[in-house]
Every structure is written in structure tokens, then in C-alpha cells.
């Protein structure tokens, strides 16, 4: 599985005879397994029609700022959200204009900024107009802001000049995406992450257990293997497929979590416990289905599970960095400070799980990522975004803990 499956990619295609190249990138990343979804600009309907993007990506396309049936299905803001990548393919000179701008005057530009997720151009204009200062200066605006920029080729244009201004290949455009998501911020380093849920037997066909899905630690699983680590991920039973160049060790019960953390976790590079481990198991799981009894109540004692990530803190071996999870409903922060001393973290991810945007099981997540002296909020955007931003946080922390005690 190449570094686009799954991802949720905008491509958004303005007026310029390049658009059916637009088209041509819709079906090469799709291809590759991305999710995608267009946007087209009122001038690139001049130039390729909505049925043909929206046969490509098997997505309904959007066009409009302001229309009500589009808005009801995926509004702007969610659409803005819902990317981990946006990018812009043909960028003619009118839309760079506009985004070096800052405006938001249509459904692109407005998604441009109102995405959390990063945003590439694809360039294609006359060659005169590629040359002109005012494209370069607002270019210049946009690489400043953090903007890639992709192309554009040189050569024979449509117009007959000859000069830069072309829209680089598709699969040219595609291969730089993809690199995107390749930071290797964490080349060569071991990373070992608990996910999901546990399940504690009350007897063969009964259990107690919780709502997580796994996605936020997957996510992560996902994030530090495209950075470059050799990733363990310890996984309780979740309906999620394994993400790829990860070591996946599936368990079920808290004490087969705690088993193969201590395990696999000594001495890594990072140890993230994004589990939701069940704090309590029945004091026995009962050999046989336990037979309803008439009028009489049953008692189950639970008793205490280990705190798995306390544990691995506490280990002489103990991974280099250390980072929780809090899901809290009230005092966010606060709570989740106290996690992070008592457990003896260095990084606490807090998350109110009170929020309907961000419970269990939804595909965003708006956290805190609290350490010692620091704290970083990373607003609503897609789990593997918030996962890339923690990964690209924590190591640079990494590099820089390394760098003192070498
Ligand atoms: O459940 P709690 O709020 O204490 O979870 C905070 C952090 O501790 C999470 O990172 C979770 O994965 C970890 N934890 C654990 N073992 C437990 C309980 C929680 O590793 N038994």
C-alpha cells in the first residue's frame, strides 16, 4: 500500500486549458487509493464537465460557495476539514493571485483557507504570465506560508509559446504528493503504540469492554511508519484494517496488552498508549456461559487492571518518550496535567470527549498535546492530521532531547 491510500485528498481544478490533465490526476490518485473529492472552479466548467470528475472519483463534485443542496450534503467547512491534502491542479495565475490574497471569494479559495490540512498548486499559465513579478511576488507570498508548489514544466504551450508555464504531468504531480506525506521525521527510529479497546471475558460468550475504535492510535501507527519508524502497534479488537509497514500484535484482554507491551516496549524511541484499556476485569472469566438464575441478581468482582503505560514508565529500560492519552469530559487541561505527572509521562494527548465532533469513533479529533513546559493546540482537523501533527511535535522534541544528552 503506497503513502495515498485512504487519504482524503481535495483536488481542486481552476479555469485553464490544463483542466483535463485535472482529470487525468483525479484518476491517477485514485488509483493509488486516496479518497478524493473535486472542486471546480466556475471557469473550469468551461473546460471539463462535473459528470466527468464525478464518474472519476466516484464523489459528487462541488462548485458553489453558497449552494444550498450542496451545502446540505458536505458545507465548505466540513469539506475543508474532511481533507488530509488539498491541492490546486491547474493553479492558473488568477486563482494564485487570490489565494497570495488571502481571499475567499469562492468555494476553492475558501477551502484553501479553511483547511487545516496542507495545501499544494500546480501551476499552468502563459509563460509571459508565469514570468510576470506579480505572479512570482504572490508565489513567493505562498511558499512563505508553507505552500508547496509543484512545477510547473517547461516547454510548448497551448497558446503556441514556448516557456515554463506548463502543468507538470500527472503522475509527476501525483509522485509529489505522495512524498507529502513522507516527513521521515523518525527515520530509524522504534516506535511501539497501543490502540482500541480491551475486552475482559465475563464468561465464554459475555464481556466488558468499551466504544473505542482504534482510529486515533492507528492513525498514529500510520503517521510514524510514513516517517520513517519501525512501528509495533498493539492492537485490541477493532474493525480498522492494518495500516501498512506496521507490526501489528493483536490482544484482547488488558493483561495480554500489558504482556506484550513490556514486551516489545523496553527501550524504544517513543511509546504512545492510545488504548482505552479497560480498567476493571471480572476476578474470573467463568469457563462455562453463566446461566441466568430466576428473580436473583448476579455479583461480578472486578478487579483492577494494570496500568499499562505507568508500568512501561517505570521500566529501567524505559522508552526514551512517553506519551498518554486523557479523554476527559470536564477541565480538559487540568485533568489531563495530572495524568501526565502521575503516570510519569513527558506528553499528554487531551481530548473532551464530551464533544460530538471529537467522541469515539468519529474520523476528527481537536486535542491538546501538553508537556512539561509546553502546550499545543492542534484544532478540529481528520485523525491522521492530528496524528502527523503530533509526530512532526514530538519529533522534533525527540531531536532535540537526543542532541543534549549526546
Ligand atoms: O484511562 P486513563 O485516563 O488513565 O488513560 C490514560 C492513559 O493511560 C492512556 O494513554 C491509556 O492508554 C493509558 N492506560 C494504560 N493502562 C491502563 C489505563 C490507561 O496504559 N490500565
Redesign the pocket.
Known amino acids: 500500500m503506497g503513502l495515498l491510500h485512504q487519504r482524503h485528498i481535495i483536488v481542486a481544478i481552476s479555469g485553464g486549458i490544463a483542466a483535463y490533465k485535472g482529470a487525468e490526476l483525479v484518476r491517477l490518485l485514485k488509483k493509488q487509493g486516496a479518497v478524493v473529492r473535486v472542486i471546480l472552479s466556475r471557469g473550469a466548467k468551461e473546460f471539463i464537465t462535473p459528470l466527468t470528475l464525478q464518474a472519476l472519483s466516484g464523489e459528487p463534485t462541488h462548485s458553489e460557495l453558497l449552494d444550498e443542496t450542496a451545502e446540505a450534503g458536505m458545507g465548505h467547512i466540513e469539506l475543508a476539514r474532511w481533507a488530509d491534502l488539498v491541492v490546486i491542479a491547474p493553479g492558473t495565475a488568477d486563482v494564485i493571485a487570490r489565494l497570495a490574497q488571502g481571499r475567499a471569494d469562492d468555494l476553492l479559495t475558501t477551502v484553501a483557507l479553511a483547511t487545516p490540512a496542507p495545501v499544494a498548486v500546480a501551476p499552468a499559465m502563459n509563460q509571459q504570465m508565469w514570468a510576470h513579478e506579480a505572479t512570482q511576488s504572490n508565489l513567493e507570498q505562498l511558499v512563505g506560508r508553507g505552500i508547496q508548489i509543484i512545477g510547473p514544466d517547461a516547454g510548448e504551450q497551448a497558446c503556441g509559446d514556448v516557456g515554463p508555464g506548463r502543468l507538470l504531468e500527472p503522475d509527476a504531480i501525483a509522485n509529489a504528493l505522495s512524498e507529502q506525506f513522507e516527513s521521515r521525521l523518525l527515520d530509524g527510529k522504534r516506535v511501539v503504540i ?1 490502540a482500541g479497546p480491551t475486552v475482559e471475558a465475563i464468561d465464554p460468550v459475555r464481556y466488558l469492554s468499551n466504544h473505542s475504535s482504534g482510529k486515533m492510535g492507528y492513525a498514529l501507527a500510520r503517521a510514524c511508519a510514513d516517517a520513517g519508524a519501525a512501528v509495533t502497534l498493539i492492537t485490541g479488537p477493532v474493525s480498522l484494517a492494518p495500516p501498512s509497514r506496521v507490526t501489528v500484535v493483536p490482544v484482547t484482554s ?1 493483561i495480554e496488552m500489558h504482556d506484550a507491551t513490556v514486551h516489545c516496549a523496553p527501550n524504544a524511541d517513543i511509546f504512545i ?5 479497560s ?1 476493571y476485569r471480572p476476578e474470573s472469566a467463568a469457563p462455562e456461559k453463566l446461566k441466568k438464575a430466576e428473580g436473583q441478581d448476579r455479583v461480578i468482582t472486578l478487579v483492577q ?5 505507568a508500568t512501561v514508565a517505570k521500566l529501567s529500560q524505559r522508552p526514551t518518550l512517553m506519551i ?4 476527559e469530559t470536564n477541565d480538559v487541561i487540568a485533568h489531563a496535567r495530572e ?1 501526565r505527572a502521575k ?1 510519569g509521562l513527558d506528553y499528554i494527548v487531551a481530548n473532551d470527549v464530551s464533544d460530538p465532533d471529537t467522541t469515539f469513533g468519529s474520523d476528527q479529533n481537536a486535542v491538546h498535546l501538553i508537556g512539561e513546559d509546553e502546550a499545543h493546540y492542534l484544532p478540529l482537523a481528520t485523525k491522521q492530521v492530528i496524528a502527523e501533527r503530533i509526530v512532526s511535535l514530538v519529533a522534533h522534541h525527540l531531536a532535540a532531547t537526543s542532541q543534549t544528552s549526546s
Not at 498508549?273 to 484499556?277: E, N, R, S
Not at 487492571?305 to 503505560?309: G, S, T
Request: glycine share 10%; hydrophobic share 55%.
Open positions: 497501543t488488558a498508549g492510545a488504548a482505552a484499556v480498567d487492571n494494570p496500568d499499562i503505560i498518554g492519552f486523557a479523554a495524568k503516570k
